[in-house]
């Protein structure tokens, strides 16, 4: 019997076989230092927490509305205003969705045609390709070096460009390698989108975590809406990798259909996390607590540049990251493959980390480090990598 080819293009993930070394290792009883888990250290705040229990205890354990109860659709257009400056309709434009990943399912599966080009960044979250494969999607890789910070120079997504190109997908800050393009570059790349008919997916599930100037909202710009899908979510900001709650924002046709992918694949989010997404989204002291946990990255983030100014390494190469909560560490003097660098890493330093090349082609030879962990593993995690890194 035949199964579905298109897996057949997909390969399995190399972080796949590290994560499950770390476990067994852990297992084991071997003190690992976890840098490898794009998930924050911080707990979820207990205010939300309370109000998610209050809301089962109130009977919320049903069924609810698959585009999501209005008040969180309301939180989500009100955070979408306040901090990028764009307006939807909370009733038309705005989708409740089981976290970030499945607001991009709902994107592309809405906008998606076999066999369209979908203009994807190398490196970027692996999930990003993978899901336009598996909707049957033609994925072209758009460079985006270190040497130009890790962005795309502007000739590649011209010269990617063909009669089938119908999706650009951004990541906004990126995952791995906290990224993300000035406002003119956006600027330029909507007027691309929309010269030649194009979608833009933006995933902006990192777009509060950033540490100098904030990042342009793909959408806030005159006219951008019609051709932009916002994906977001509720894990990375709030601690909430757990709780599966996200939302998809654009143009009220892309959201229709969407709506009917999200009823035919989850039928709603379960009501009692909508409730507690909605709390979160709009409580003042919320927002406060979820701006100490950024400055805890910002804190680690400097820590990382302090050690590596310290030690003066000549064999791993630390670029600051603008965004996010990693660091895509540059390992190519060593001239070793990136699943190499981390398997030994994790046997001979105990620390572990994902290699660049889970993330594309242009990823070999790094290898990314979570700040998502105590102060005291990203310093003695990144102490050994670089001691590890000195012997070889
Ligand atoms: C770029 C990016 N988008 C989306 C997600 C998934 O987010 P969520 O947990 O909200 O599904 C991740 C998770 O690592 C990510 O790195």
């Given at each position: 019997?035949?199964?579905n080819q298109?897996?057949?293009?997909?390969?399995?993930?190399?972080?796949?076989?590290?994560?499950?070394?770390?476990?067994?290792m852990?297992?084991g009883?071997?003190?690992?230092?976890?840098?490898?888990v794009?998930?924050?250290?911080?707990?979820?705040?207990?205010?939300?927490?309370?109000?998610?229990?209050?809301?089962?205890?109130?009977?919320l354990?049903?069924?609810?509305p698959?585009?999501?109860?209005?008040?969180?659709?309301?939180?989500?257009?009100?955070?979408?205003m306040?901090?990028?400056?764009?307006?939807?309709?909370?009733?038309?434009?705005?989708?409740?969705?089981?976290?970030?990943?499945?607001?991009?399912?709902?994107?592309?599966?809405?906008i998606?045609?076999?066999?369209?080009?979908?203009?994807?960044?190398?490196?970027?979250?692996?999930?990003h390709?993978?899901?336009a494969?598996?909707?049957r999607?033609n994925?072209?890789?758009?460079?985006?070096?270190?040497?130009?910070?890790?962005?795309?120079?502007?000739?590649?997504w011209?010269?990617?460009?063909?009669?089938?190109?119908?999706?650009?997908?951004?990541?906004?800050?990126?995952?791995?390698?906290?990224?993300?393009?000035?406002?003119?570059?956006?600027?330029?790349?909507?007027?691309?989108?929309?010269?030649?008919?194009?979608?833009?997916?933006?995933?902006?599930?990192?777009?509060?975590?950033?540490?100098?100037?904030?990042?342009?909202?793909?959408?806030?710009?005159d006219?951008?809406?019609?051709?932009?899908?916002?994906?977001?979510?509720?894990?990375?900001?709030?601690?909430?990798?757990?709780w599966?709650?996200?939302?998809?924002?654009?143009?009220?046709?892309?959201?229709?259909?969407?709506?009917?992918?999200?009823?035919?694949?989850?039928?709603?989010?379960?009501?009692?996390?909508?409730?507690?997404?909605?709390?979160?989204?709009?409580?003042p002291?919320?927002?406060e607590?979820?701006?100490?946990m950024?400055?805890?990255?910002a804190?680690?983030?400097?820590?990382?540049?302090?050690?590596s100014?310290?030690?003066?390494?000549?064999?791993?190469?630390?670029?600051?990251?603008?965004?996010?909560?990693?660091?895509?560490?540059?390992?190519?003097?060593?001239k070793?493959?990136?699943t190499?660098i981390?398997?030994?890493?994790?046997?001979?330093?105990?620390?572990?980390?994902?290699?660049?090349?889970?993330?594309?082609?242009?990823?070999?030879?790094?290898?990314?480090?979570?700040i998502?962990?105590?102060d005291?593993?990203?310093?003695?995690?990144?102490?050994?990598?670089?001691?590890?890194?000195?012997?070889?």
């Open positions: 019997m035949n199964l298109q897996f057949e293009l997909i390969r399995q993930s190399s972080t796949v076989a590290i994560f499950d070394r770390i476990s067994a852990k297992v009883g071997q003190k690992i230092v976890g840098l490898h794009g998930d924050p250290d911080f707990g979820t705040p207990q205010e939300i927490l309370d109000v998610a229990i209050k809301a089962m205890q109130d009977g354990t049903h069924y609810g698959s585009r999501g109860f209005l008040d969180l659709r309301q939180a989500i257009a009100s955070k979408l306040r901090d990028e400056g764009v307006t939807y309709d909370p009733h038309t434009e705005i989708l409740v969705t089981h976290g970030g990943i499945h607001g991009y399912y709902t994107a592309t599966q809405s998606l045609n076999p066999g369209d080009d979908v203009l994807i960044p190398d490196p970027s979250w692996a999930t390709s993978n899901m494969i598996m909707l999607g994925v072209i890789r758009i460079p985006a070096p270190a040497e130009n910070g890790f962005i795309p120079y502007f000739e590649a011209e010269k990617a460009l063909t009669p089938k190109t119908r999706v650009i997908v951004l990541t906004n800050p990126s995952n791995p390698t906290g990224a993300y393009p000035m406002r003119e570059y956006v600027q330029k790349l909507q007027d691309f989108a929309a010269k030649n008919n194009l979608w833009i997916v933006s995933d902006e599930v990192y777009g509060s975590l950033y540490y100098g100037e904030r990042p342009t909202c793909a959408a806030a710009f006219g951008a809406k019609e051709r932009t899908l916002l994906v977001n979510s509720l894990s990375k900001s709030y601690a909430m990798t757990g599966r709650v996200g939302y998809l924002a654009a143009s009220a046709r892309v959201i229709e259909n969407a709506l009917k992918a999200s009823q035919n694949s989850i039928t709603c989010v379960a009501p009692f996390i909508q409730k507690a997404a909605a709390f979160a989204l709009s409580d002291a919320i927002q607590v979820t701006a100490n950024r400055a805890a990255y804190r680690r983030r400097d820590l990382v540049l302090r050690l100014h310290e030690l003066e390494s000549e064999k791993v190469l630390v670029t600051p990251p603008q965004g996010a909560f990693y660091f895509f560490l540059d390992f190519r003097p060593l070793m493959a990136s190499e981390c398997e030994r890493i994790l046997e001979e330093a105990g620390v572990g980390l994902v290699p660049g090349s889970a993330f594309g082609e242009q990823g070999e030879g790094f290898v990314r480090m979570t998502a962990a105590s005291e593993d990203v310093e003695a995690g990144f102490r050994k990598i670089v001691e590890w890194a000195e012997k070889q």
